[in-house]
């Protein structure tokens, strides 16, 4: 097995707990490695890493977890570098999702004008994350799991040589989560999804060896959970895939913005109330006699950023897996740009991650999705090294923003409120 050195950037957040505790599961196929936990907040990944070598040591595992707030130290010869890392926190991400509500538009982490300012936060840590990993660890894998993990990835991309993959439990777990709210066994669907990162559709969909849309159309004419339930089916039967989840945002728009701004709180402050117990509980397990992380009081679930883990495994032990990626096309979608980060089936070696070609998006998605990737390729862009005018035609792209009035109030308010988040270019 690989015995390696890595990095995890964020190592001091509410769901790291989560994501060593994943490490811990597999501890087996990474024996003899060092997990270097890095975090601006000192007190925290404290914490983390005292309860990640006290979990490592009744279980057993041959994992060296060590701690550290100064960011080149950790990547110091680094092999692998795991980025998760929220700039602005939980409080950000709540402006993110209410000042473009308080305009009749979607407010949400990923998508829209919030998504696109999370963006801006999140490549301008990367920028220098990658030029440390240029200088200590140019040879490392950088794993992103930073939301809008399709433009970080891009960004980085486009700008930098280190070898970047980012990564995301969607493909994964939206046909099985279509497949439960229609009253079907989750566990027998089989589907491929490609596109763009929160934004991908299945290529083909099976359940228990026979096509799955079908079975979808029917659960329409019986009890389902909810009106989400019945839209996200609704949308697969009319576009003949599988989408995400995250396309509700688009097809269903406007009952979108009236579900959100109906809400009297939005999804960061729900989050923002439970991390206090969410520490407390990871102090409580500090000091058990068997630690164990409970999925009610752990950010996330037991087992956060596996997929991650996943890829890092098939990687560095040449395991010659297939698992969904955002990587550099390369050809393999040729429904766009050969240079665009997509998301879809990759193999994974000790060669990298190379996307499988020979898959399509349906053509009904063509459109959206398309347009999406074009908007991901300005944001990224603008991140990087762009002006406000060049951020604000970015802005304007987006499908959930559009108009330029509406753009330009957007990003006057949210560059306002993330000033020191944001370089000065940008203001």
């Known amino acids: ?15 790291a707990p989560g994501t060593l505790a994943s490490f811990l599961r597999q501890a087996a196929n990474f024996a003899g490695s060092e997990i270097v936990l890095h975090d601006v907040d000192q007190s925290r990944l404290d914490l983390v890493c005292a309860l990640a070598r006290r ?31 929220r700039p602005g926190g939980f409080e950000a991400r709540a402006l993110d999702e209410r000042i473009p509500l308080s305009h009749g538009a979607v407010g949400q982490e990923t998508q829209g004008a ?14 220098g994350l990658v030029a440390d990993m240029e200088a200590v660890c140019p040879d490392a894998w950088l794993f992103n799991y ?45 589907a491929t999804m490609v596109g763009l990162n929160h934004a991908c559709w299945s290529a083909e969909a099976t359940y228990d060896g026979a096509p799955m849309l079908p079975l979808l159309a029917a659960s ?32 269903f728009e406007q009952d979108m913005v009236a579900e959100l701004r109906a809400k009297s709180t939005t999804r960061a402050q729900d989050i923002q109330a439970e991390v206090p117990d969410y520490w407390a509980h990871y102090r409580e397990q500090l000091t058990a006699d068997t630690p164990t992380l409970d999925p009610q009081r752990s950010r996330g679930g037991i087992f956060e950023l596996e997929v991650a883990v996943d890829v890092m495994d098939a990687l560095f032990n040449d395991r010659a897996e ?11 979608l040729a429904d766009f740009p050969d240079s665009l980060v997509v998301e ?3 193999v994974v070696d000790a060669r990298g991650v190379q996307p499988v070609a020979g898959h399509r998006l349906p053509p009904a998605a063509r459109a959206l999705t398309g347009a999406l990737g074009e908007y991901q390729q300005l944001a990224a862009n603008a991140a990087w090294d762009g002006t406000r005018r060049q951020a604000i035609q970015a802005l304007v792209s987006n499908p959930l923003v559009r108009t330029l009035p509406l753009a330009e109030t957007l990003y006057a308010e949210l560059a306002a409120a993330h000033r020191a988040w944001l370089p000065e270019r940008l203001w």
């Open 322 to 332: 297939v698992w969904p990626c955002n990587v550099v096309n390369r050809g393999a």
């Open 220 to 251: 329409l004419d019986g009890e389902l959970p909810d009106a989400w339930a019945r839209r996200w089916i609704e949308l697969a039967v009319a576009m003949d895939a599988l989408p995400a989840s995250y396309m509700k945002y688009y097809y």
């Open 55 to 85: 979990m490592a040591e009744v279980q057993g595992a041959d994992l060296t977890f060590t701690a550290t707030t100064n960011r080149r130290a950790a990547l110091e010869d680094c092999d692998g570098v795991l980025s998760s890392y």
């Open 146 to 190: 930073t939301n809008p993990v399709n433009i970080v990835a891009q960004a980085v991309a486009d700008h930098s040589p280190v070898r970047v993959v980012s990564l995301c439990e969607g493909p994964i777990v939206f046909p099985r989560e279509i497949a439960e709210l229609a009253g079907l066994d989750p566990h027998l669907v089989r």
């Open 344 to 346: 879809g089936p990759c």
């Open 114 to 127: 919030g998504g696109f300012f999370m963006a801006l936060r999140a490549v301008q840590v990367a920028q």
């Open 1 to 15: 097995m690989a015995r390696v050195k890595i990095a995890y950037i964020g190592g001091g957040s509410t769901r």
